[in-house]
């Protein structure tokens, strides 16, 4: 009993170590961007629980800023439901795309898809976990840890308010480098590049058409028909099971 | 807005959220095989959404006002550059945002 505990604090803790050099970025990116949501809940009059429990249970930040402004207008719940799935409906293609990797993982995958932010999506689906690593775990970290610095820096920024005063201007482009990288990476592995090109061309189309505030919706249609219409290619070249 | 209004409008944005996060899952998760065009889809979507991730981090630069998104595009050639050279990620994204921060503290500001 004692050497199977071993060996399961031995996984853990391995399995920590693995995924916390790939939370390096997220914490300067969300520990930025955490602290500067905090202040802005400061400055709009909520109190420090209200940035930290709203960190902690949507967990995902263009909402939460948006959130905030439907704190300070009239009630209208159906709304507030209506754009909360609107802003948030990229993820469903996350989760197509995790359908198969976080099988089989027992009650570690109900944590993994509630944390699913777009950041911690993106480095559970492309980190190369060493095959000496429990899978599991390792993307139970990294989730844990990304909601850890964006929980902590929304309720410190909640509480410093504006006592902070930023000398960090540009910053927040670790979040983009991090995209920028990723990207990269996905593309330098694949065999295919027709849905990386799909990807930036219909989005930048229908960010030039729709404007910053209306365009994902468009952009993932059109991502979802173009994929769809070139079925054929992309599985071909790419050797898509 | 009322203390439970407050936390109505919150549970609210919650739930919206998590629907989209666990719909995928709740739908295609039980014990019958994912659909073909569904696995399909779970292969060739993410490059596609990175490219997209990389263009939403964009959304809110001007191109047609000075500096014309300038300071952005330089940044991104050096993380790019950096990471073909050394397909190191900490490396790449610290080069990058330095850059970035340089350039818009000492340049385009």
Redesign the interface.
């Given at each position: 009993m004692q050497q199977t505990d071993a060996a399961g604090s031995g996984v853990i803790r391995r399995a920590f170590r693995a995924a916390f050099?790939?939370t390096?970025?997220i914490f300067?990116g969300f520990f930025f961007l955490g602290l500067t949501y905090g202040v802005y809940m400061h400055v709009a009059g909520f109190s420090f629980w209200y940035p930290m429990?709203?960190a902690l249970?949507?967990?995902?930040g263009s909402?939460?800023f948006i959130?905030a402004n439907?704190?300070l207008a009239?009630?209208a719940?159906l709304s507030?439901?209506?754009?909360?799935?609107l802003v948030?409906?990229?993820?469903?293609?996350?989760?197509?795309?995790?359908?198969?990797k976080?099988?089989g993982l027992g009650w570690k995958?109900i944590y993994l898809?509630?944390g699913?932010c777009?950041e911690t999506f993106?480095i559970n689906?492309?980190a190369a976990i060493p095959p000496n690593v429990d899978r599991g775990w390792f993307m139970f970290f990294v989730t844990l840890l990304n909601q850890m610095y964006w929980v902590g820096s929304a309720a410190l920024g909640g509480m410093l308010g504006s006592l902070i005063s930023f000398n960090?201007?540009?910053?927040e482009?670790?979040?983009?480098?991090?995209?920028?990288?990723?990207?990269?990476?996905?593309?330098l592995q694949?065999k295919q590049?027709i849905?990386?090109?799909?990807?930036?061309?219909?989005?930048?189309v229908s960010?030039a058409v729709f404007g910053?505030d209306n365009?994902?919706l468009p952009?993932?249609a059109a991502?979802?028909l173009l994929?769809t219409g070139f079925?054929k290619p992309?599985?071909k070249a790419?050797d898509?099971? | 807005?009322t203390l439970t209004?407050?936390i109505?409008?919150?549970?609210?944005?919650?739930?919206?959220?998590?629907?989209?996060?666990?719909?995928?899952?709740l739908i295609?998760?039980g014990s019958k095989p994912?659909p073909p065009f569904?696995?399909?889809?779970?292969?060739?979507?993410?490059?596609?959404?990175?490219?997209?991730?990389?263009?939403?981090?964009?959304?809110?630069v001007d191109f047609l006002a000075a500096p014309h998104g300038l300071?952005?595009m330089l940044?991104?050639a050096l993380?790019?550059a950096l990471?073909?050279w050394r397909r190191q990620?900490?490396l790449?994204?610290?080069g990058?945002?330095v850059c970035?921060?340089?350039?818009?503290?000492l340049i385009f500001?």
């Amino acid at each position: 009993m004692q050497q199977t505990d071993a060996a399961g604090s031995g996984v853990i803790r391995r399995a920590f170590r693995a995924a916390f050099p790939f939370t390096i970025p997220i914490f300067a990116g969300f520990f930025f961007l955490g602290l500067t949501y905090g202040v802005y809940m400061h400055v709009a009059g909520f109190s420090f629980w209200y940035p930290m429990l709203m960190a902690l249970t949507i967990f995902g930040g263009s909402l939460e800023f948006i959130a905030a402004n439907m704190l300070l207008a009239p009630f209208a719940p159906l709304s507030a439901l209506l754009i909360a799935l609107l802003v948030q409906a990229r993820h469903l293609f996350y989760g197509i795309a995790m359908l198969d990797k976080f099988r089989g993982l027992g009650w570690k995958k109900i944590y993994l898809i509630f944390g699913m932010c777009d950041e911690t999506f993106s480095i559970n689906y492309t980190a190369a976990i060493p095959p000496n690593v429990d899978r599991g775990w390792f993307m139970f970290f990294v989730t844990l840890l990304n909601q850890m610095y964006w929980v902590g820096s929304a309720a410190l920024g909640g509480m410093l308010g504006s006592l902070i005063s930023f000398n960090t201007n540009g910053l927040e482009f670790c979040m983009t480098a991090m995209f920028v990288v990723i990207f990269l990476e996905q593309f330098l592995q694949e065999k295919q590049h027709i849905t990386a090109y799909i990807g930036l061309a219909a989005t930048a189309v229908s960010l030039a058409v729709f404007g910053a505030d209306n365009f994902m919706l468009p952009a993932m249609a059109a991502i979802l028909l173009l994929v769809t219409g070139f079925k054929k290619p992309i599985a071909k070249a790419g050797d898509f099971a | 807005m009322t203390l439970t209004q407050q936390i109505i409008t919150i549970a609210v944005c919650a739930l919206g959220t998590m629907a989209t996060r666990f719909l995928p899952f709740l739908i295609f998760s039980g014990s019958k095989p994912t659909p073909p065009f569904i696995k399909y889809l779970g292969q060739a979507l993410p490059a596609a959404v990175f490219g997209m991730l990389v263009v939403y981090c964009l959304k809110d630069v001007d191109f047609l006002a000075a500096p014309h998104g300038l300071p952005e595009m330089l940044a991104i050639a050096l993380t790019v550059a950096l990471h073909l050279w050394r397909r190191q990620m900490l490396l790449s994204i610290a080069g990058g945002t330095v850059c970035y921060m340089l350039l818009v503290q000492l340049i385009f500001h």
